[in-house]
């Protein structure tokens, strides 16, 4: 299956490439010069202790947190920025808004809206940010909704749902952009443990659909069955990179051998 | 009647205690036949029988006591005079009302701005108005024609296109409505920025993060939360303006508790129109409170799994219940006597 995934055509331009990314929250350091290429389709699994800079990386790639230094490219477009001659130009927030319809989100915490129903959660951004008629995007949200299993819900709000669910719908709401890439912020880490695999259900089926993904978690057994590559960081740099193959079972860092023994 | 029976069951009920509540002969399948008695409160019923009686003394004396002089309190509680001060008060909460919200939600999104100059002026605003008592402030903008005689319009330090007689445009009431409302923002800008940062920043962060623009992230997804929280004190507020409105009697102007003072001047009749206005005011606040239960409950959607029924809702099961609830009640008592 996954190899069915397998970067795109040969040569390609990758769908994600980052370069020399820096972040500092005061003192502390929190990127140290990270590089990332992700081709599309493919599925790239983040792993590392916490406070290694995962969720930091994952936020700077859609521009939620603005960079020191280093830059993100999405499918050839700068994020954030605007290159004119030998300068590059901030853009203003409407246009980073406009750059992130192309960026599916997908939080730890879900932050569905829970004043709105389920189906007004997934038809909000596509008539708010790409003026999609609503009678349209009502159409699109419950085609989705029918995907991740929830079509009986469209009418319920956030919080008469279980955790499972709401992050199902989540990951409908950043599908209903058509997003060219998704990025899951340990998607499954705010849930119960038996809630857990109905989200990586959902996830292993977009990745079998050639979806472009982004996902940094802690479940091993999810990197090892659907990730192309396992990216392996600590203290704000990408410490080794490869398929989960080699990253997980033949590590070639003693930091990423140590952090494997402790989770496995 | 049931009263004794229930004591009657429970007294022998200690000296088994010993026997069968105790270690590991407690059967409890043999439990599921007994009857249980409710734990007895009596110093509750004292103290609520206590309460009762003085509340009991003090309506007494509302109906005996001449001094209350209902009979002046009918005449005068719906004269003309006195509902068209209510129209009055009424008229000065509302505009008092609109312009404080309007003026404040302008200067609670100042001091939420990214610029520094935005926030330091709203900061200020806040400092001043909330810092003048509402009566100086009134009084000081009814003679405001002593500071400036004449107000026009046009550009800045530059020419005016036209300009008014100040005391024209700013009556007694357009004095009144300005002090009141621009009080009132003070105090409103807090309360809303308040609510607005009490709304889960990952709310915003996933608008944001959904391309959703900034106009719309705040209508549509900040405010609506932001409401729940901005509602119980933004109807403090609107009451304690609707009583506040009663400090603009020194500017004669004749609202509730100004035209109760001319009354009772002309009539020396002091404590039965004070109770016109008291019964009026109260009236006035329960409808606010009215409202606001209801506006609470249309921004709380969503907020609770099933949402509570209204009061109306809950009067109406209730009466559907009544049937239910006598019968068996009957069958009990019957089975027992």
Known sequence: MTTLTKTGPAGAAPMVRVRGLHKSFGRLEVLRGVDLDVPAGSVTVVLGPSGSGKSTLLRAINHLEKLDRGHVAIDGELIGYRRAGDRLYELKEREVLRQRTGIGFVFQNFNLFPHLTVLENLVEAPVAALRRPRAEARATALALLERVGLADKAAAYPRQLSGGQQQRVAIARALALEPKVLLFDEPTSALDPELVGEVLDVIKDLARSGTTMIVVTHEIGFAREVADTVVFMDGGVVVEQGPPAEVLDRPRQERTRAFLAKVL | MTLTTDTAAARPRPAAAADHDHGHDLDLDELAGLRTVPARHPWRWAAGIAALVVLAQFAHGLATNPGWDWATFRVYFTADTILQAIGRTLELTAY???????????????????????????????????????????????????????????????????????????????????????????????????????????????????????????????????????????????????????????????????????????????????????????????????????????????????????????????VHSLPDRTRPAARTSGGQS
Do not use: C
Request: no cysteine; proline share 5%.
């Open chain 2, 96 to 318: 008092g009302t609109v312009l404080g919200f309007l003026l404040g939600a302008g200067v609670a999104a100042m001091r939420l701005s990214r610029s520094a100059v935005l926030r330091s002026i709203a900061w200020a605003y806040v400092w001043v108005f909330r810092s003048i008592p509402l009566i100086v402030q009134l009084v000081f903008w009814f003679n405001l024609s002593y500071l400036y005689k004449r107000f026009g319009f046009g550009i800045p330090f530059g020419p005016t296109f036209g300009d008014f007689e100040t005391v024209g445009v700013l009556g007694a009431l357009g004095a009144a409505v300005l002090g009141l409302g621009l009080h009132q923002a003070a105090f409103a800008a807090e309360i809303i920025r308040g609510g607005i940062i009490a709304v889960d920043a990952g709310q915003r962060e996933a608008a944001a993060a959904l391309g959703i623009p900034r106009w719309r992230q705040a209508r549509r997804i900040v405010l609506p939360q932001a409401m729940r929280g901005i509602l119980p004190a933004a109807a403090n507020e609107v009451i304690s303006l609707l009583k506040g409105t009663s400090v603009v009697y020194v500017m004669a102007i004749g609202e509730l508790f100004y035209q109760t003072q001319v009354i009772y001047g002309r009539t020396g009749r002091v404590v039965p129109l004070l109770m016109v206005a008291t019964v009026w005011y109260v009236v006035l606040t329960t409808v606010l409170s009215i409202g606001q239960y209801y506006v609470e409950r249309h921004f709380a959607r969503g907020a609770q799994r099933t949402p509570p029924p209204t009061p109306l809702q809950r009067v109406r099961a209730f």
